[in-house]
């Protein structure tokens, strides 16, 4: 009936700080640098996202939370981006003035119907990508949002991924995302996906003949991971399957002289 949450630094034994919580924790996080703990509670009541100065576990803000699934933050911690069951993606902005966090704002997802899951965002903050779970007259889909951060507008919707987008990453600036699908039962839609942020179509895709759970892209988004199971998530079945992508795209230089209009100056 309650989580006890520890924070170590690394080689040593004895906990930084230990703090106990009324509930059963469903999601763990915290950003690059450290400075920040998301904890997510969900059931029994107790339907909170905490985020904790991890320096020493002050609590900093409490926010409402209905997921299972992790939320994401951005590497200052000034941004965090959660979802819920209910199809409502949020985004949170640190606030200097109240020293908590407030609602950016929040954007609903293809109705009540569906589940926000995958939930990622570039360490710069720029950029936040949702993953969604449809439910369907005849079973599953799911859809990829992206979204600039000052913005509930997407920028574009991927559809059609089959089922759950469950994991979402992003590289530094939010130029690569990638998203990591259950796929649809039939193996007829790829699980993995690699998007410019500037172009709804893919750019590299897998089919894993089963379902992809998690995915995790490099910083500077050229080396991406992601595994799952060897049979689609809905079926019984054993085994996994685990891909290393590499995704630099490579590219080219731009040289020679530009002249400035109306002038001579180079």
Same mark, same amino acid.
């Given at each position: ?7 170590? #630094?690394? $080689? ?10 009324? /509930?059963?924790?469903?999601?763990? %996080? ?6 920040? %703990? ?8 107790? #339907? ?29 911690? @000034? ?15 640190? $606030? ?29 903050? *720029? ?21 600039? $951060? ?11 991924? /089959? ?11 939010? *130029? ?14 790829? +699980? ?7 172009? =709804?179509?893919?750019?590299?895709? %897998? ?12 910083? +500077?988004? @050229? ?20 891909? $290393?992508? #590499? =995704? ?19």
């Amino acid at each position: 009936d309650s989580t006890i949450l520890y924070c170590f #630094n690394v $080689n040593q034994e004895t906990p930084v700080w230990r703090k106990a919580f009324a /509930g059963s924790f469903s999601a763990l %996080v915290i950003n690059r640098p450290g400075t920040h %703990v998301l904890l997510g509670e969900y059931g029994g009541g107790v #339907n909170t996202l905490f985020a904790l100065n991890a320096t020493n576990g002050a609590l900093i803000s409490e926010i409402p939370y209905a997921c299972q699934y992790p939320p994401a933050i951005s590497d200052d911690g @000034k941004f965090i981006v959660s979802g819920d069951f209910s199809g409502h993606a949020y985004l949170y902005e640190y $606030n200097e003035t109240s020293a908590t966090y407030v609602e950016r704002w929040n954007y609903t997802v293809n109705g009540s119907s569906s589940w926000v899951c995958g939930m990622g965002i570039s360490a710069d903050g *720029s950029t936040i990508a949702i993953g969604t779970m449809i439910f369907t007259s005849t079973g599953y889909d799911g859809d990829l949002y992206v979204f600039n $951060n000052y913005s509930p507008t997407p920028l574009w919707i991927y559809s059609g991924m /089959g089922d759950m987008v469950q994991s979402v990453d992003l590289s530094a600036d939010g *130029s690569i995302i990638a998203a990591a699908s259950w796929g649809d039962l039939e193996d007829v839609v790829p +699980d993995l996906y690699l998007f410019r942020k500037q172009s =709804s179509t893919p750019y590299y895709t %897998v089919n894993s003949g089963g379902s992809l759970f998690c995915v995790d892209l490099s910083s +500077d988004g @050229k080396l991406c991971v992601a595994g799952g199971k060897a049979v689609h998530a809905r079926e019984l079945g054993m085994g996994g399957n685990f891909y $290393n992508v #590499n =995704s630099d795209l490579g590219g080219g230089t731009l040289s020679g002289n530009v002249l400035r209009s109306g002038s001579s100056q180079l």
